[in-house]
């Protein structure tokens, strides 16, 4: 049985500021970020997952909370792109529980500048 993974990509508008940073991004700015959710499992039929499915579960879970928000005020941590990143993977992980797991989580805060999770 083949391992196939498939990555759906999200988009979000947010503003934060950086805590206990001395440079421009200790003032409240905010950024398009890209959200990349990629899951792997078995291809026993003719799919693994609908992607309507992943786009259901990280809508609900992840999107709503942060687009078109504050995230200093929807986190209790420093809300770098690396955090943020872990921060969606904890959120995720446990939904993508079965055959179908959770293989990684990319989170775009720019253009040219990414952080990455892989399980």
């Not at 992943?54 to 504050?70: A, C, F, G, P, R």
Request: glycine share 4%; with cysteine.
């Amino acid at each position: 049985m083949r391992q196939v993974s498939l990555t759906k990509i999200f988009t979000f508008d947010a503003a934060h500021h950086l805590n206990d940073y001395s440079g421009p991004c200790s003032r409240i700015h905010g950024h398009t970020y890209k959200l990349e959710v990629t899951v792997t499992g078995p291809l026993v039929s003719d799919m693994i997952v609908d992607f309507f499915d992943i786009k259901s579960l990280v809508e609900d879970k992840v999107i709503s909370l942060v687009d078109h928000s504050y995230l200093n005020e929807v986190v209790s941590f420093n809300p770098t792109v690396e955090n943020m990143a872990v921060w969606i993977v904890k959120i995720l992980e446990p939904l993508f529980a079965g055959p179908v797991k959770l293989q990684k989580v990319r989170l775009w805060e720019n253009q040219s500048a990414y952080a990455e999770v892989i399980l």
